[in-house]
């Protein structure tokens, strides 16, 4: 059967500024992959890269960044898999693991928007062209390069950017396109051979002739978003055949498998991402034959932004991934693809919130036990008993502060309340994860993952636990 998704590469996006997997665990993730058909990594590094020399300061810190040998043991298996590496390096918006480190405030557009570089800086122009040098030096036989450049806020708010904006003629929109210009143009004659893709959005609202007019013809292909599940068909057509009619005819779709519902979520939906990719086969279907598609990039964040919570993580969102691509392969969601997935993962449901518990190994899904886990805790900390426990009767009514505080409280119901509260039970489950996610991503992670989804909810469930025993040793002989 020819695919619905006949042109291009199917590039499957490492987030790696949350959650890093551990080496063992990224390379089962990429077997992973290859065995579902894709084609190609592309990797955002951030601050998990091995930067050195004067940046060695953008290397994280909670947990240690990849060494120079994993970064290169990652791409030999990737292409002993069949697959390429394309790294994502942000040149002018979300950049904040580099402007949040106070050596580099004064390259910031704004003094409060950490993620946008002035482009006025010649030393931030050397910055961003010396973390593109030690990128591609890392990364031998490198011929494409992502630049990013989206989402990049505030642009034109800085007092060097109003001064440049005051000159007739000047706007906002040549601002970014001269920075972003002058990046490809440097990359380009560096390494001639380079295939540059930026994001789209922030051309969106230009017109086909300042495209034309930009540089950018010939040195970049766009790559443009869209995560949701009812994507606008005509109008992202339209956007398409518009950067093609303005010369940029080699073109880029990303869709998303998870790390796009909210900033906080932690359990994906198959369904919500499989209906992104049904648009996206829509898109696809309606070009003109005059846009050369070389693909589509499935976005999996691990975090909105690098200061922002983590979201779903790998290992409970790989049945959303395989959906995802067996969605682009079968040119809808059919039982057919349904049933692919389910076996090739060895789960009853491509809804993780559905495979339930089994004995089975990770073998076909490599963090199958942590999924498990993560949604048995998911679900048990957004049940009504858990996040309404301060509000049950017998606690509003016979274990209220007031009556915790001055000791007037009934041991009978405080004991009832002691059975029935399930903070114990809860913490129990806690730990089970906290084990199981370790052995995948570093404890950094861990404690991370904990703190925020956990912590806010177990730690007043703690406090009645602690001034139950406390009144029943003061009541009770």
Known sequence: MKS?????????????????????????????????????????????FPYEGGLKLLQATAQPAYSREEVLSMQEFAKSKGME?????????HMEFVLKHRPMWSLREMAHCVGTLNPHKEEGFKLVMEMLRQVVELHPGLHTLHIGADEVYMLGEGEESKLWLASPGHTVEQLFLSHVTKVAQAIKEAWPDMTIIMW???????????????????????????????????????????????????????????????????????????????????VAASLSAAVNLQGIA???????????VLCELMHVALPSL????????????SAE??????????????????????SADDSLFPGRKLAELTVELNSLLNSEDIR?????????????????????VSPLITMQIHKSQSCLYLIKKAEAVREEMVRLYPDSTS???MEENVSPVVAPLQRITEDISTCLNQMVP
């Open 4 to 48: 619905p998704w006949p042109k291009g590469k199917k590039l499957v996006h490492l987030d790696l500024k949350g959650a890093p997997p551990r080496v063992e665990y990224l390379h089962k993730l990429i077997e992973l992959f290859s065995q579902l058909g894709v084609d190609g990594l592309l990797v955002e590094y951030e601050d998990m």
């Open 322 to 333: 395989a959906a995802c691509l067996q969605t682009l392969d079968h040119g809808q969601f």
């Open 447 to 449: 404690q991370e993952w």
């Open 85 to 93: 590496v394309i790294p994502l390096v942000q040149t002018f918006g």
């Open 337 to 358: 693809a349904q049933s692919r997935v389910t076996e090739r993962l060895g789960i009853p449901s491509v809804e993780v919130e559905a495979i339930g518990r089994t």
């Open 200 to 282: 789209d959005d922030m051309m969106r609202g230009m017109s086909k002739d300042t495209l034309k007019a930009s540089g950018l013809v010939g040195l970049v292909q766009p790559m443009l978003w869209d995560y949701t599940p009812n994507l606008d068909v005509d109008r992202t057509v339209s956007l398409l055949e518009k950067y093609c009619n303005a010369g940029m005819s080699e073109l880029w779709a990303a869709s998303s498998f998870k790390g796009s519902t909210s900033v906080y979520t932690c359990v994906p939906s198959t369904q919500r991402h499989v209906d992104n990719h049904v648009q996206w086969l829509k």
């Open 388 to 408: 309404f426990f301060e509000n049950n009767m017998y606690v509003r009514g016979w274990f209220s502060p007031y009556q915790r505080q001055r000791k007037m």
């Open 298 to 308: 499935i976005t999996g964040w691990q975090r909105y932004d690098h200061l922002s």
